[in-house]
């Protein structure tokens, strides 16, 4: 199969079981509250200050089930969003009916060939997606729909850290239920981001862990050392398009 089949059936599978078993489709949290608190988030929240401004447009690149698309969708005034797995798109649309959301759109698409226009968009979201594409042919495409001046953010994996590469063999290969595509940013990436944004700055964002709130705190603190910040289990990735 081709890494879009792998992709697709992997998050359609899962997608059709949050279907089956999900039984309450509320979404009670706001923007505000989980941005500013998670670490690979925060520089997201910092570099895309203007988000609640009138005309705002973002886009969700990428989005899975689109919790994050929903947070977008109650601070921003129009957000767009897709994903590759029409299952995904199909959880999203529940939650989207369910909370009465009406300034969300999310339709199916591929984030190397999307639908949208030349500068439509002011800022491009994306959590844990571009480890999943070709970054030759996905960037051109988010510089070519963001407006100039515009701020694409991404939290992705990142591959220097041996402790976290192990656990991530051991749950690829033998815990998790679905294989994907999956291939962690490097620092040498960078090179990529710039040649398609004028300003580019990869900020090492969870050390121990993105999840664990009690550790939170510690990991903000090591992270300030420059020397450990490549070896972060996450980077947040903060374009500019001139």
Not at 12 to 34: C, G, M, P, R
Not at 124 to 130: E, Q
């Amino acid at each position: 199969m081709s890494r879009y089949d792998i992709e697709i059936q992997k998050w359609n599978e899962k997608s059709a079981k949050t279907l089956k078993e999900q039984k309450d489709w509320s979404h009670t949290k706001t923007y505000d509250e989980v941005f500013t608190r998670q670490n690979s988030l925060r520089p997201a929240y910092e570099f895309m200050p203007k988000i609640g401004d009138p005309g705002i447009t973002v886009l969700d690149y990428g989005c899975g089930a689109g919790w994050t698309a929903l947070l977008l969708a109650k601070k921003a005034e129009n957000v767009k969003a897709f994903d590759i797995s029409e299952g995904r798109i199909e959880v999203l649309k529940k939650y989207i009916e369910h909370n009465n959301i009406d300034n969300l759109d999310a339709i199916v698409a591929n984030g190397e060939d999307m639908p949208y226009d030349n500068e439509t968009i002011d800022y491009v979201f994306g959590n844990a997606i571009l480890h999943h594409l070709i970054l030759e042919d996905c960037l051109p495409e988010i510089a070519r729909v963001l407006k100039p001046g515009g701020h694409a953010v991404f939290c992705e994996p990142y591959a220097h850290n041996p402790f976290i590469n192990a656990f991530r063999f051991i749950n690829h290969h033998f815990l998790e239920d679905h294989v994907g595509t999956d291939r962690p940013l490097k620092a040498q990436d960078i090179e990529v981001f710039e040649k398609y944004f004028t300003e580019v700055e990869f900020v090492g964002s969870s050390l121990f862990s993105d999840r664990v709130r009690s550790l939170f705190a510690l990991d903000r603190f090591l992270l300030r050392l420059p020397f450990l910040s490549r070896y972060s289990g996450y980077v947040t990735v903060l374009c500019q398009k001139g």
